[in-house]
T-cell receptor, first 112, second 119 residues
């Protein structure tokens, strides 16, 4: 089955700095890579996703890049703000299936 | 629309007791999922369903059973609870009816979670 590894497990940045979270996946058949944000005590919510036919996608301060050859994808947050503090999860889905395999999560703390 | 709801929000069980967690969605989604979330381990898929009357095992199905008798509901059962099942359980749904199965990549919408403690 699919295996998704996520790094780092914790990340602390100063407000205004950039943050990068990286994930690798094992199954080359995976073709959908979403990122979820989970605030303390809340449910995970989708913030951005990318399909395997696209190398990069951007939405305001958030961007995701995908390298299919190396089987890794990354989340980039620019101009971080205190409200970006949360746990971020990457995930991968294999073509033809709908279930997601999640990474172990990254706790991002943005220091004001 | 309420989206995805879960009942109950919190529950404490003793070892060996049984219980059922209820997930309901009003988005006419075909697919529903049960995950458990443990510290440092992300979300792990327990069971999922691709339609009414169908269920399938996920990554960690042992000790759990599920049923999808109605499209909008997905039940997760613990027949004999164990301390290892202490966790936060999330239900999710995706894939609106009528979507294009082969070309659509559907966002999973999560419920608010159920915090279960087994003593």
């Amino acid at each position: 089955g699919e295996n998704v590894e996520q790094h780092p497990s914790t990340l602390s940045v100063q407000e205004g700095d950039s943050a990068v979270i990286k994930c690798t996946y094992s199954d080359s058949a995976s073709n959908y890579f979403p990122w979820y944000k989970q605030e303390l005590g809340k449910r995970p919510q989708l913030i951005i996703d990318i399909r395997s036919n696209v190398g990069e996608k951007k939405d305001q301060r958030i961007a995701v890049t995908l390298n299919k050859t190396a089987k890794h994808f990354s989340l980039h947050i620019t101009e971080t703000q205190p409200e970006d503090s949360a746990v971020y999860f990457c995930a991968a889905s294999i073509a033809g299936r709908r279930a997601l395999t999640f990474g172990s999560g990254t706790r991002l703390q943005v220091q004001p | 629309n309420a989206g995805v709801t879960q009942t109950p929000k919190f529950r404490v069980l003793k070892t060996g007791q049984s219980m059922t967690l209820l997930c309901a969605q009003d988005m006419n989604h075909e697919y529903m999922y049960w995950y458990r979330q443990d510290p440092g381990m992300g979300l792990r898929l327990i069971h999922y369903s691709v339609g009414e009357g169908t269920t399938a095992k996920g990554e960690v199905p042992d000790g759990y059973n599920v049923s999808r008798l109605k499209k909008q509901n997905f039940l997760l059962g613990l027949e004999s609870a164990a301390p290892s099942q202490t966790s936060v359980y999330f239900c999710a749904s995706s894939y609106p009816a009528g979507g294009k199965l082969l070309s659509s990549y559907n966002e999973q919408f999560f419920g608010p979670g159920t915090r279960l403690t087994v003593l």
